[in-house]
């Protein structure tokens, strides 16, 4: 069974930086495309970034491309976000996962972006 735990969230002002990371254990995590998704209050969980496997190709949604990075660690099983300009639509829970996801998820981490 795969254990995610995210870490790094917290409260940052408008135009602040942050980097979230990712810990898996118990799978190949260098196997697989992994994903950062997030989750707004009262809005469905959405993939904002992806890497494959070596890192070779990375996609962005629009809403966050040119202002997040994401990253991998193969030999740490870590996944990375570094989060720069962050408005405050960026407020959500921050989770990683593969993509597809597994049925598991780990418990994510608050990001909150207000002045």
């Known amino acids: 069974q795969v254990q995610l735990v995210e870490s790094g969230g917290g409260l940052v002002q408008p135009g602040g930086s942050l980097t979230l990371s990712c810990a898996a254990s118990?799978?190949?995590?260098?196997?697989?495309?992994m994903g950062w998704y997030r989750q707004a209050p009262g809005k469905q969980r959405e993939l904002v970034a992806s890497?494959?496997?070596?890192?070779?190709?990375?996609n962005y949604a629009d809403s966050v491309k040119g202002r997040f990075t994401i990253s991998r660690d193969n030999a740490k099983s870590t996944l990375y976000l570094q989060m720069n300009s962050l408005k405050p639509e960026d407020t959500a829970v921050y989770y990683c996962?593969?993509?597809?996801?597994?049925?598991?998820w780990g418990q994510g981490t608050q990001v909150t972006v207000s002045s």
């Open positions: 118990g799978r190949s995590f260098s196997i697989y495309i």
């Open positions: 996962n593969k993509i597809p996801a597994w049925g598991s």
């Open positions: 890497i494959t496997s070596g890192g070779g190709s990375i």
